[in-house]
């Protein structure tokens, strides 16, 4: 194809301002188009180019933690948020915390001093080509309008509603039992012994645990964080304030199941449902939730099997515009119908700061890739970036919902230490030796 006089990234948020970044550095004319203040949100307070508004930490950088390793791997493929974000930091540990002011002034300044970047304040409702979408949960009506008629009816989200995921190895067995009800559902596809992994409780169990959600501390969000709750998506606080049964009649039904352990059926169950191929990660179904993250892990580990269990996402119920990935869009996340039109930030599903700036860099990376006639790069299932990737086009799409980066998306390790510190260590080993290689082999 012809060169492009100008390639257009959509948002001015993390995962925008990453990818123009990238694009320019590699040596296209790029329009940063960011509709403030021409168009305001209901979240944002000032104009500037990588505004924070909910948290002031990207959360750790240890390689032995999942968000440190995504940031690791980030800094090998030159990542311009990191170093803004390095610029701005304040005293935080080890997490990569920062000064907001500072964070969105240093992003604003690097992108208005970019020789190749123009920046366009205005809202753009038409899906650009060659370009990115980097909008973000809180994408324009019209703009949302546009994507939803090109992807189909199903193809764009506006609420969250999200259960929380636990890591198989810290189950208990000795309680956690699998099997499906009656023993008939999706059996061909599970196996022998079901598709779910069940929790079962006693009636003493099963009032405790009632009793703890209905007087556990909910987040209270912003104003443009309120969603009305559905049926299909009620919190499971708010089920319980419907009465002490409603669970035990809904989501936690102990019909068709029968407690290996004593051959009768439980007082009530929670069911997990695989959330990856591998069998690692599992989802407690019907579980979404507004509850702390501290009192998910409190209230969450009461569930019988549960009282160790590592969570890998936690439970949410908010705001938020995303794609339905694994339905809508292909590999390098671009739109099936034209693969220079790519999709970046949480709008393609995925959860968090680092996340989000993670796909913005990859973005960018590709669409240059793409405009130069070559293949776009999709980092190996080693990486946490190419994890998060696998995940976002393999993902189940009639139960997709975004995700963050965690290791249980990783592959998993030839011989697998029982030490978790040490398993993390090899990880990060792997991953980095794997992202390293990608960019030696791309600069030949």
């Given at each position: ?29 790029v329009v940063l188009?960011e ?6 949100t209901?979240?944002?307070q ?7 508004v909910c948290s ?9 933690n ?8 980030m800094r090998?493929?030159g ?18 915390a ?10 604003s300044?690097?992108i208005?001093?970019?020789p ?8 753009v ?24 008629a ?9 609420y ?19 099997a ?11 196996g ?45 606080e708010?089920?319980?304030?419907r ?8 989501p936690?039904?102990p019909i068709?199941?029968?407690d290996?352990r004593?051959?009768?059926?439980p ?10 191929r ?12 507004r ?8 209230v969450?580990r009461m ?10 996402r936690?439970?949410s ?33 995925v ?6 700036s ?7 990376i ?10 776009p ?12 990737y ?15 980066a ?9 011989d697998?230490?029982?030490?978790k ?21 791309a600069?030949?």
């Amino acid at each position: 194809m012809s060169p492009p006089r100008e390639v257009h990234v959509v948002g001015g948020g993390l995962a925008g301002s990453e990818a123009a970044w990238q694009l320019a550095e590699r040596g296209w004319s790029v329009v940063l188009h960011e509709m403030r203040p021409v168009r305001g949100t209901p979240a944002h307070q000032t104009d500037r180019l990588g505004e924070l508004v909910c948290s002031n930490t990207f959360k750790s950088t240890e390689p032995t933690n999942a968000h440190g390793l995504l940031k690791a791997e980030m800094r090998v493929l030159g990542s311009l948020i990191l170093r803004c974000a390095d610029e701005a930091r304040v005293p935080g540990g080890t997490a990569l915390a920062v000064d907001r002011e500072v964070f969105s002034a240093a992003v604003s300044r690097e992108i208005a001093a970019h020789p190749r970047i123009s920046i366009s304040r205005d809202e753009v409702t038409t899906l650009p080509s060659p370009g990115i979408i980097a909008t973000g949960p809180l994408t324009s009506d019209a703009l949302a309008e546009t994507i939803r008629a090109r992807l189909g009816v199903a193809g764009l989200a506006f609420y969250d509603a999200i259960a929380p995921i636990v890591s198989r190895e810290s189950l208990d067995d000795a309680v956690v039992f699998r099997a499906s009800r009656w023993d008939k559902e999706t059996m061909a596809e599970a196996g022998a012994e079901g598709a779910y992994l069940n929790c079962p409780f006693s009636r003493d169990e099963y009032e405790a645990f009632v009793g703890a959600l209905a007087t556990a501390d909910q987040y209270q969000g912003k104003a443009f964080d309120e969603v009305p709750y559905f049926e299909g998506c009620m919190p499971v606080e708010e089920m319980v304030r419907r009465g002490p049964d409603t669970l035990r009649f809904g989501p936690m039904k102990p019909i068709g199941l029968r407690d290996p352990r004593t051959g009768k059926r439980p007082w009530a169950v929670a069911q997990l449902r695989m959330e990856d191929r591998g069998g690692r990660m599992w989802n407690l179904v019907g579980f979404q939730t507004r509850l702390r993250i501290p009192e998910q892990q409190r209230v969450f580990r009461m569930i019988p099997g549960l009282a160790s269990a590592e969570f890998l996402r936690f439970g949410s119920i908010h705001r938020n515009s995303y794609v339905n990935a694994p339905a809508a869009l292909t590999p390098h996340l671009s739109l099936r119908d034209d693969p220079t039109t790519l999709f970046a930030g949480q709008i393609t599903g995925v959860e968090g700061y680092t996340e989000s700036s993670a796909t913005g860099l990859l973005a960018g990376i590709n669409l240059d890739r793409l405009l130069r006639g070559l293949e776009p790069a999709l980092p190996p299932t080693t990486t946490m970036l190419g994890a998060l990737y696998r995940y976002l086009r393999e993902a189940d799409p009639a139960h997709f919902a975004p995700m963050n980066a965690n290791f249980g998306l990783l592959d998993e390790l030839a011989d697998v230490p029982r030490d978790k510190a040490v398993k993390r260590e090899r990880y990060a080993a792997r991953a980095l030796e794997a992202m390293e290689s990608l960019v030696a082999a791309a600069a030949r």
